[in-house]
């Protein structure tokens, strides 16, 4: 977001809002705000201070104590439930994301062609090949690194990640 003229302040003008704001909003990943989390509570917006709404009309300080005092003996339970569904929240984020991921599996003696801007990284442009060669894989070295050779026996001398590489056929 650009601003520009008599706005260029605002945003530090802003910042309190926002920042109660990220207080206020609830979570997806734990289901609850880090206030609630923090203090077992609900805040009371500032707004909401100078109402007379029904949550100041029947306020008893001493009621509202214990009831505090109360909350805060589930707040316990409160984190490890947003803990729980944390958890939960991260994995359905790596099962969403490995379900996109490409395993790549080589073996010795199959034929690659490795990106070419890797090899070449001032030549970035719209019509640059995007791989080049035709290499041999010589050796695994690791689950996603491989030692490639030129055709001709050539070794090259660093390791390669199947990222970097592309299956060629013949």
């Known amino acids: 977001m650009v601003q520009t003229g008599a706005n260029k302040g605002a945003r530090t003008e802003e910042l309190p809002t926002r920042l109660w704001s990220i207080c206020m909003t609830p979570s997806h990943a734990t289901g609850g705000t880090p206030f609630t989390l923090l203090y077992g509570t609900e805040a009371v917006l500032p707004v909401e201070v100078g ?7 029947g306020f008893d300080e001493a009621e509202n104590s214990q009831l505090i005092m109360e909350q805060l ?7 490890d439930k947003a803990l729980f569904k944390m958890v939960q929240y991260k994995h359905l984020m790596t ?3 490995n379900r996109r991921v490409k395993n790549i599996q080589l073996k010795v003696g199959d034929l690659v062609l490795r990106m ?21 894989v010589t050796k695994v070295v690791g689950p996603t690194t491989y030692e490639l ?8 001398n660093h390791t390669w990640y199947a990222i970097k590489l592309h299956k060629y056929f013949i």
């Open 95 to 97: 099962r969403s994301y």
């Open 73 to 79: 003996n589930f707040t316990n339970e409160l984190r």
């Open 116 to 136: 070419y801007e890797i090899t070449h990284p001032n030549c970035k442009n719209k019509l640059s090949p995007k791989w080049e060669g035709s290499y041999k």
């Open 149 to 156: 050779s030129h055709i001709n026996r050539n070794l090259i």
């Open 51 to 57: 109402l007379l709404s029904y949550r100041h009309r």
